[in-house]
């Protein structure tokens, strides 16, 4: 049974995310390779041009949730070291908002642990998208308000 790295690292940041800084981290002599996803902001959505992107996670619950997935990985795949960072607040178009580094001594395992993690914490971790458009936001999934109508008012029954 596979134990979790004591150098893994789970990390919510406010600032841009240094990518070359977590590469270095997970890398090590024993390894082969090293697979990394960076998500980042598109200029759409939903065939809509987007403005910029808002992030708020339940932090606490989100790196909890975080070390769990990590903890996942290293039971399923023989791997070595997992950094997984996600950006909180606002971000524009083109910056990363979820950074993943897994390293490993050979690339299959890390290519599957990589592609693991991210569907599995988008899935899981508590971690919210507001976009913004020109004609408002929506919290992702979700859909535009419709316009209000008016509507009149039911009369009590006598």
Known sequence: MATRSKDDIYQLVRAPIDMAAFV?????????????????????????PTLYLDYEAYESMAIAKMREIGAQLHEKYL???VAMVHRLGRLEIGETSVFIAIS?????????????????????????????FEDGAVWADGELPPAPV????????S
């Open 104 to 132: 490993a001594p050979h690339r299959a395992a890390a290519f599957d642990a990589c592609r693991f993690a991210i569907d599995t914490l988008k899935r899981t971790v508590p971690i919210w998208k507001k976009e913004y």
């Open 24 to 48: 270095r981290h997970v890398r090590a002599p024993e390894d082969g390779a090293t697979v990394t996803f960076d998500g980042f902001v598109r200029n759409q959505s939903r065939d809509r």
């Open 79 to 81: 791997i070595h070291r």
């Open 150 to 157: 008016a509507t009149p008012r039911a009369k009590p029954a």
